[in-house]
């Protein structure tokens, strides 16, 4: 079985897409009401071999911090920062559910 790769100009456009569908829905903003979330460690995370036993505490406002200024003209983003946008984005997915389909 070939190991699937995820294209990432597809992956771009699907995200896209995503983001200019809630936008089409008035949707201009989502408004951090939860502060804190459980994280698995990165060296826990894709081991499904045991159950991971320590759970990091991470915030969603940090995360929004560490990326939004990648907005500005010339600031570098850092390939971890994925890692943050990730995060707000299954956020902003787990709040807009019931709303918008």
């Not at 990165?42 to 200024?69: A, K, M, Q, T």
């Not at 390939?79 to 997915?93: K, P």
Request: proline share 4%; with cysteine.
């Amino acid at each position: 079985m070939q190991t699937p790769a995820v294209e990432i100009a597809d992956l771009r456009r699907i995200v896209n897409r995503l983001l200019d569908h809630i936008e089409s829905n008035g949707k201009r903003s989502i408004a951090l009401n939860q502060t804190f979330y459980w994280d698995v460690p990165e060296e826990d995370r894709y081991g499904i071999d045991d159950r991971p036993g320590n759970l990091d505490v991470r915030s969603l406002h940090d995360d929004w911090d560490c990326i939004r200024f990648l907005v500005e003209e010339g600031e570098e983003p850092i390939v971890d920062q994925l890692s943050e946008a990730a995060t707000l984005l299954r956020y902003i997915g787990d709040s807009l559910r019931e709303e918008i389909d």
